[in-house]
């Protein structure tokens, strides 16, 4: 059982932590799913069973020069912030889909804060790490 492929490693660290992690009408998760050449995100109302926003660099409108790199993260975290207070979301529970949160899982998370989701939590870390530059 120890040599298992990265595919099924990242599905049970994502079972292990959907089982913690649930999106509400007042709060929705926003799911994240990056293959080799795109990412996604998606708002999903676990209550209801239902999506309220998705963005990916597979739309035309959002689709660059590739989709795999931390830009392209960016971007779509710009995007899905700007639907999710579109559809009257201010707040989200975030949802790294089994992969570790740096590189461009935390590029969309931190663009996303920056867009207006999450607000307090933006303050928060931006506060926390200026003040121990001195």
């Not at 959907?18 to 929705?28: A, E, F, N, W, Y």
Request: glycine content about 10%; hydrophobic content about 35%; cysteine-free.
């Amino acid at each position: 059982m120890a040599n298992k492929d990265r595919a099924s490693v990242r599905n049970a660290v994502h079972r292990r932590i959907r089982r913690k992690v649930r999106g509400s009408t007042t709060r929705p998760r926003l799911a994240i799913y990056r293959s080799l050449n795109h990412i996604y995100a998606q708002l999903i109302d676990d209550e209801q069973g239902r999506t309220l926003a998705s963005a990916s660099t597979t739309e035309k409108d959002l689709r660059g020069a590739t989709g795999g790199n931390v830009e392209a993260a960016q971007r779509i975290g710009r995007v899905i912030a700007e639907r999710a207070q579109a559809a009257g979301v201010s707040r989200v529970v975030f949802d790294r889909g089994g992969y570790l949160y740096h590189g461009r899982v935390k590029a969309l998370t931190d663009a996303a804060r920056e867009a207006g989701l999450n607000k307090d939590e933006a303050a928060a870390q931006n506060g926390g790490g200026e003040n121990n530059q001195e």
